[in-house]
């Protein structure tokens, strides 16, 4: 897991290294990293294409069930997920001029019986927030 950490904020480091920073590439909050997340949610939930577009970056990759996903096949799965609910729980944010990881327990509410280990890396850019980076581990409880 410390490997997993290290790994992360040197990501971050970089990435914040070659950061422009103009006033549109102001320092990002956590509020608007979990604000973010829980658009992207809200929108798989609702179907909500242009959400999701508005969500994810330009070049956002995910990994998930042994898969590279990206905004093309998300869309595509969108059918999948409406209805669906989660919560995310248990958040752990790092802030890095306009480039935020968050790591956090998602728990499915609809259908209850689904949990994920996530981190995700959001950035600001023109003033608005967008997940670059999308890692998810499902979790089987018992």
């Not at 490997?3 to 950061?19: F, N, Q, Y």
């Not at 998602?106 to 259908?111: F, L, S, Y």
């Not at 995700?120 to 850019?125: P, S």
Request: glycine share 4%; aromatic share 8%.
């Amino acid at each position: 897991m410390k490997k997993t950490t290290l790994s992360s904020l040197i990501l971050l480091l970089l990435l914040a290294c070659e950061v422009n920073h103009t006033p549109e590439n102001a320092a990002i909050s956590e509020k608007e990293v979990t604000t973010c997340i829980e658009q992207f949610f809200e929108a798989l939930a609702n179907g909500d294409s242009l959400l999701l577009k508005q969500t994810l970056s330009k070049d956002f990759y995910m990994f998930e069930h042994d898969e590279i996903w990206n905004t093309d096949s998300l869309l595509a799965l969108m059918p999948a997920t409406l209805g669906r609910k989660w919560s995310v729980n248990e958040e752990r944010i790092t802030i890095i001029d306009n480039t935020g990881h968050i790591s956090y327990f998602n728990q499915g509410i609809i259908p209850p019986d689904r949990s994920w280990l996530e981190s995700a890396l959001v950035v600001k850019e023109n003033g608005s927030t967008k997940v670059v980076f999308l890692h998810s581990t499902k979790l089987y409880l018992k």
